[in-house]
């Protein structure tokens, strides 16, 4: 059974930085290529940022240069550093793989950037 848990989200201001962390179970981690999805109010969720099993990342457009995505493979975890966040990042942000595995999703964590 796969579980996805995501954490360190938060309320931060305009400018500010946030980490968030993912610990997978249940899969062979190492071999997915895994990504940071986010969904923010009446809006689709959509991938901003994922990282190849070899390691080589990507992102939307959006957010080139200000987010970082990592993982380590020997803790089964997945990381996204957010920099010089600001209001169009609200959103709740979600760990899944690429493509994403059906009904693995997570519960996700709350990012509100406001002043």
């Known amino acids: 059974q796969v579980q996805l848990v995501e954490s360190g989200g938060g309320l931060v201001q305009p400018g500010g930085s946030l980490r968030l962390s993912c610990a997978a179970s249940?899969?062979?981690?190492?071999?997915?290529?895994m990504a940071w999805y986010r969904q923010a109010p009446g809006k689709q969720r959509e991938l901003v940022a994922a990282?190849?099993?070899?390691?080589?990342?990507n992102y939307v457009d959006s957010v080139k240069g200000r987010f970082t995505i990592s993982r380590d493979n020997a803790k089964n975890t997945v990381s996204l550093r957010m920099n010089s966040l600001n209001p169009d990042d609200t959103a709740v942000y979600y760990c899944?793989?690429?493509?994403?595995?059906?009904?693995?999703w997570g519960q996700g964590t709350q990012v509100t950037v406001s002043s």
């Open positions: 249940g899969i062979i981690f190492s071999i997915y290529n």
């Open positions: 899944n793989a690429v493509p994403a595995l059906r009904d693995s």
């Open positions: 990282i190849t099993r070899g390691g080589t990342r």
